[in-house]
Structure formats: structure tokens, C-alpha cells
């Protein structure tokens, strides 16, 4: 089966630009996740969906991020005005609710610089 | 909160070394217990998981064991090749709470030399 897959992989802004991530993940999971995992750290949740749902955003900074899942499948993270604390690399991650819905499945990530 | 401590930032050893990468935990019941291996340009991709129902986890040659005691869970490898060379995540999850947020530690970079 096809993993998750994240777009684009690569982008590089001025401060101030906007840019969005989109994510596919794993046909059938239920649950997709965002992470921030700045250089040379672990990463760290922004934002979880079950289906079409918000689950928990409390770790997004709501002021300039977003993030949405319309129909329950992909999703789409959005920087509205990028700051150089944004730098990192951004992971979509996805999972099946059942028997192993603990294990989440990583996608490459977007790296985000911000000049 | 919850959270995970890993003390080692970079490892470096030479092929058919022994690795032990430190990982402790802090939570307030007993957690789900993963290691996750991160190779340049990836995403990072399940190694091994570990619950209180089985106490250790193998895979590809590596293992770990959950120590309630010690609140420990170190990776440890009996013989490293350069392929392992990749950063290493120890992650905790508290199944009580049904919301399955991964808390990570801040990774080990390990470089194997051959």
C-alpha cells in the first residue's frame, strides 16, 4: 500500500509570505496528524483529525496557522504569515482507529526555510 | 506533563560495536513505549513498540525493554552496521487517555563508522 505522501518537499520564503503543506495520507486511516520537528529535535504535535474533525489544536499557533481535512482524507496546513521560528521541517503522520491505532505513519515531511 | 528524556545527542561508533541509546520517561500511569528510527530526508518510521503487556520489543536486531522500575527504555543493538547510521526517537503515548498524542524525546544521532 501507498504511504503517506506530503507536498511540496522543499520550500523556502521571506518572512511575512504564506505558504500551505498538503498531506495524503494512507488510504482508510481515520486520523492524521501535523508535527513541527525543528532542526535537530524531536518532533512536536500542532494539530490531530479524526475523520473531518479538529481533535486537538491547542499546540497550534492560531494566529497564523491553520489546518483543515473537508472530506476526512487529505489535508492541508497553512503558515498565513511565515516567521523564521517557523523553520522546520513539517510531518503529516496518519493512523487506523482499532487494534493498533497508536502506531502512526510517518510521511517525508515538507522542510520550510525562512529567510 | 508527560515527557521523555534522551541524554545522548550524537553516538558514534564503528561497525559490530554494542549500542545502547538512553531513553527515561515521566507520566503519571504506564505508557505505550516506541522507538522510531529517522533517516536523512525521511519521515521517521516505526522500529519497535513495547506495552506493559510484553515488557520488550526486537526488531531488525534491535530491542528494548520497559522497566517500570527505572521508568527506562533503552535501544540497545549487540552489533551496529553503517546502515543503522540514522537519528533515533524514543516516543511515549498514554493509552488511558484515548487521544494517542506521541510525546518525543529530542533524538540520538547515531554514526557508525566503517
Known amino acids: 500500500e501507498a504511504g503517506v505522501t506530503q507536498s511540496p518537499r522543499y520550500a523556502v520564503l521571506q518572512e511575512g509570505q504564506a505558504v500551505s503543506f498538503w498531506c495524503d495520507p494512507i488510504s482508510g486511516h481515520d486520523t492524521l496528524y501535523w508535527y513541527q520537528q525543528p532542526r535537530d529535535q524531536g518532533p512536536q504535535l500542532l494539530v490531530y483529525f479524526r475523520d473531518e474533525a479538529v481533535i486537538d489544536n491547542s499546540q497550534l499557533p492560531s494566529d497564523r496557522f491553520s489546518a483543515v481535512r473537508p472530506k476526512g482524507t487529505n489535508s492541508t496546513l497553512k503558515i498565513q504569515s511565515a516567521k523564521q521560528g517557523d523553520t522546520a521541517t513539517y510531518l503529516c503522520?496518519?493512523?487506523?482507529?482499532?487494534?493498533?491505532?497508536?502506531?502512526?505513519?510517518f510521511g517525508p515531511g515538507t522542510r520550510l526555510l525562512v529567510l | 506533563g508527560d515527557s521523555v528524556t534522551q541524554k545522548q545527542g550524537q553516538v558514534t561508533l564503528s561497525e559490530d560495536d554494542f549500542l545502547f541509546i538512553n531513553c527515561t520517561y515521566s507520566t503519571t500511569t504506564y505508557p505505550t513505549l516506541f522507538w522510531y528510527v529517522q533517516y536523512p530526508g525521511q519521515g521517521p518510521q516505526l522500529l519497535l513498540k513495547v506495552t506493559t503487556a510484553n515488557n520488550k520489543g526486537i526488531s531488525r536486531g534491535f530491542e528494548a525493554t520497559y522497566d517500570k522500575g527505572t521508568t527506562s527504555f533503552h535501544l540497545q543493538k549487540a552489533s551496529v552496521q553503517e546502515s543503522d547510521s540514522a537519528v533515533y526517537f524514543c516516543?511515549?503515548?498514554?493509552?488511558?487517555?484515548?487521544?494517542?498524542?506521541?510525546?518525543f524525546g529530542a533524538g540520538t544521532r547515531l554514526k557508525v563508522i566503517a
Open positions: 503522520a496518519s493512523s487506523l482507529l482499532g487494534i493498533n491505532q497508536d502506531t502512526q505513519y
Open positions: 516516543a511515549l503515548v498514554d493509552p488511558n487517555t484515548g487521544n494517542y498524542k506521541y510525546v
